[in-house]
């Protein structure tokens, strides 16, 4: 991209769904996932007299996030109606907060190429999720669902803070880092519980005005926002090359096609009519919430690093990958309470656990294994009652569902053979068999060795202790040496 002369101005409107219970104003179900409309009250389909009541375990998720994000948090906010008419949106109006947000002038610091930086909050403001929309091409229909509509949700505006796509995607790992140790959501990009509109514009380097900006939505992942990020500011930098202007307008993002397209132009606050909710009272934070947040503040990812390494003793490395999702921590303590093997347990962890995401795009949360049973299983390892071939093998099928080790090792018939008169027979049918093999060895291949183990361990079906088997097989080549 030819940037040379110009310089990008970004900030991010984040919309996080609150893992609350039950919805923002009426006491329905937030559960993901279920039947159609199933979670609906009079309050959250909009009837008329229907009356909102405020949660007030949202109000204490969105001032913990405000607390985490070194926000001021406002004793006194109110909610306000933004009125606007679409079909997944009963009511005609949205309940959120315009005028006076819970919290507001925070910020959050990042790690850039040229050393740290804040990120300005501007503010944190609660709101209800709207229902969703189900679209049918071949029938040409429309379908509703409300079970979302109502959900809690909160809105994080950034400052215009971000100079480009590495900066905003280091602010959101780390973003979603904090409200996850926090518990408050889970922020999965591709269920939308975290939802990312990304505001950008470009200027010339000399310029102190900001450029006009565009806003950008449906961002699924994070590479989608970093792409979507520097096709946005090549397109406007040829726009104002070519003497154009840029509209200020809301863009869609493609990931597939790797474009954006204009989707309507953006809207004003003006646009909305907002005005102060009446059915809503004032909201407070006391100072009970505000006593109970500092105390139940969980140990955040630094903090869990410095534990990892200088108590459990396992290597940094490790510690950073595994505080990487708030859910991979919370399998590995549970599972260090039980056995306590702390690097093992890390060993597998990082190795194949992430091996097994990676494949099957699952998130740490998506783990079937309980603490339970994969401490059966890395005790049953360093025991040798498995060796490491099988234990890869029983490691998967526990990850996936969680099966009792002992039992399925047992019924399947998987111990390790350690018969040591046993494994000679095969070591000696092997070497019988493979003549070149052993004197490439004697030769001073070493490499002959791995294939002459390969062969022993084929025999024995896989189950041979690998140790065993090397000790076996090199005594019995070194015998006529
Ligand atoms: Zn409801």
């Given at each position: 991209m030819r940037m040379n002369e110009y310089k990008m101005d970004i900030g991010l409107e984040i919309h996080i769904e609150l893992s609350t219970d039950t919805k923002i104003f009426c006491k329905c179900s937030t559960q993901?996932?279920?039947?159609?409309?199933?979670?609906?009250c009079p309050v959250c389909t909009g009837m008329p007299g229907a009356l909102p009541v405020l949660n007030k375990q949202a109000v204490r998720y969105a001032a913990a996030v405000g607390d985490a994000l070194n926000c001021k948090i406002n004793t006194i906010s109110k909610f306000d109606r933004k009125n606007y008419y679409y079909p997944d949106n009963p009511q005609n109006y949205q309940i959120t907060q315009f005028y006076t947000p819970i919290c507001e002038n925070g910020y959050l610091e990042i790690d850039t190429i040229d050393g740290k930086k804040n990120i300005g909050i501007r503010e944190i403001h609660m709101e209800e999720d709207a229902g969703k929309l189900l679209h049918n091409d071949l029938k040409n229909v429309s379908f509703i669902d409300?079970?979302?509509?109502?959900?809690p949700l909160i809105e994080i505006v950034t400052m215009p803070d971000f100079s480009n796509g590495d900066e905003v995607t280091c602010f959101l790992e780390k973003l979603r880092l904090i409200i996850q140790y926090l518990q408050v959501s889970d922020c999965k990009l591709n269920e939308g519980s975290m939802r990312v509109d990304v505001n950008l514009s470009v200027r010339k380097k000399e310029c102190e005005e900001l450029g006009t900006r565009t806003e950008m939505k449906n961002l699924n992942s994070f590479r989608a926002i970093k792409r979507a990020i520097d096709n946005e500011a090549s397109r406007q930098i040829e726009v104002l090359k070519n003497g154009g202007i840029i509209d200020m307008e809301t863009r869609r993002w493609d990931d597939l096609k790797e474009e954006s397209f204009v989707m309507r132009s953006k809207e004003e606050a003006?646009?909305?009519?907002y005005f102060p909710e009446p059915d809503l009272p004032m909201v407070y934070v006391d100072d009970a919430m505000l006593k109970d947040i500092e105390l139940s503040k969980p140990q955040f990812r630094h903090e869990k690093n410095d534990y990892y390494i200088?108590?459990?003793?396992?290597?940094e490395y490790d510690a950073k990958l595994i505080t990487l999702d708030y859910d991979m921590t919370v399998l590995f303590e549970e599972t260090v309470k039980i056995c306590d093997k702390p690097k093992n347990i890390s060993n597998w962890l990082i190795g194949e656990a992430n091996r097994i995401l990676k494949e099957k795009e699952w998130d740490a949360c998506d783990i079937k294994m309980s603490p339970k049973n994969f401490a059966m299983f890395v005790n049953m390892v360093s025991e040798g009652i498995i060796n490491s071939n099988v234990a890869k093998v029983v490691f998967e099928k526990m990850f996936l569902e969680d099966i009792n080790p002992e039992k399925y090792v047992e019924e399947n018939g998987l111990k390790q053979n350690s018969d040591g008169e046993m494994i000679k027979k095969i070591v000696q049918d092997v070497i019988n068999d493979n003549e070149q093999s052993v004197r490439d060895y004697k030769a001073g291949k070493d490499k002959a060795i791995g294939y002459l183990v390969g062969q022993v361990m084929k025999k024995a079906a896989g189950k041979a202790n690998p140790k065993l088997v090397n000790e076996l097989l090199l005594e019995e080549l070194r015998k006529d040496m």
């Open positions: 993901f996932g279920c039947e159609p409309n199933v979670n609906t409300y079970n979302r509509a109502g959900v003006k646009d909305y009519r200088n108590e459990l003793k396992i290597p």
